[in-house]
C-alpha cells in the first residue's frame, strides 16, 4: 500500500511569493490533515478535509488555505509568503470512517524555505 | 488554550539503558497518542492509549494512559541506535480524526 506523497519535498521562494503544496493520501483515506513543524513551535494544526469539506481549522491566518478534491488528493496554499513561514509542511491522512484512533499517516513533508 | 509539556526536551543515553519520558496537560485528553519522527520523515505512530490506567506496550515500548487523563508515559527499554529521534506525545482536539495536538517532542540520541 502506497504511503502518503507529498511534493514538492523541498522549495524556495521569496517573500510576497505564493506556494501550493500537493499532497496524495494513502488509497481508501477520506481525511486529509495538514501540519505545520517549526524547530520553535513544533508541529501545529493547519486545517483538516473530509469528503471536499473543511472540517476543522487551526489558528492560522486567512494566508493559509486549503482544499480537497473529489479523489481526496488534497492542496494547501500559502500566498503572501512572510519569512516566517518556513517551516515543513506535512500532510497526514487517516480513514476517518469508524472509530476515532487518532492515528495519522504522514508523509514526509514539504520543506518550504522563504528569502 | 491546550498544551501539552514534554520532558525531557532531549536524553543522550547509552546503548542498552532504559529511557522514560513523559508528557502532561492541564486538560484531560480521552486518548493519548506517542509518536517518533526520524530525521527527514514524517512522524509515525508507535502506541495508542483509549483509557485511563491502561498500559500498551510494543516490542520494548510501553506507554501508560495516567489515571487522572492528565498525562502519559513512554518507556524504552534496551535501547538501540535506531532508537534515535524524535518522540512526540499528542491528543485529540476539536473532535475529529485529523485535529490533533502535538507535545515539543523528547529527542533521543543513542550512543552505540
Known amino acids: 500500500k502506497a504511503g502518503v506523497t507529498q511534493t514538492p519535498r523541498y522549495l524556495i521562494k521569496t517573500r510576497g511569493q505564493q506556494v501550493t503544496l500537493s499532497c496524495s493520501p494513502i488509497s481508501g483515506h477520506r481525511s486529509v490533515s495538514w501540519y505545520q513543524q517549526t524547530p520553535g513551535q513544533g508541529l501545529q494544526f493547519l486545517f483538516e478535509y473530509f469528503s471536499e469539506t473543511q472540517r476543522n481549522k487551526g489558528n492560522f491566518p486567512g494566508r493559509f488555505s486549503g482544499r480537497q478534491f473529489s479523489n481526496s488528493r488534497s492542496e494547501m496554499n500559502v500566498s503572501t509568503l512572510e519569512l516566517g513561514d518556513s517551516a515543513l509542511y506535512l500532510c497526514?491522512?487517516?480513514?476517518?470512517?469508524?472509530?476515532?484512533?487518532?492515528?495519522?499517516?504522514f508523509g514526509e513533508g514539504s520543506r518550504l524555505t522563504v528569502l | 488554550g491546550q498544551q501539552l509539556n514534554q520532558s525531557p526536551q532531549s536524553m543522550f543515553i547509552q546503548e542498552g539503558e532504559d529511557v522514560s519520558m513523559n508528557c502532561t496537560s492541564s486538560?484531560?485528553?480521552?486518548?493519548w497518542l506517542w509518536y517518533k519522527q526520524e530525521p527527514g520523515e514524517g512522524p509515525v505512530l508507535l502506541i495508542a492509549l483509549y483509557k485511563a490506567g491502561e498500559l500498551t506496550s510494543n516490542g520494548r515500548l510501553t506507554a501508560q494512559f495516567g489515571i487522572t487523563r492528565k498525562d502519559s508515559f513512554l518507556n524504552i527499554s534496551a535501547s538501540i541506535p535506531s532508537d534515535v529521534g524524535i518522540y512526540f506525545c499528542?491528543?485529540?482536539?476539536?473532535?475529529?480524526?485529523?485535529?490533533?495536538?502535538f507535545g515539543k517532542g523528547t529527542k533521543l540520541s543513542v550512543k552505540p
Open positions: 499528542a491528543g485529540p482536539t476539536g473532535g475529529s480524526q485529523g485535529n490533533l495536538i
Open positions: 486538560s484531560i485528553f480521552n486518548t
Open positions: 497526514a491522512s487517516s480513514f476517518a470512517g469508524g472509530k476515532n484512533t487518532g492515528e495519522l499517516f
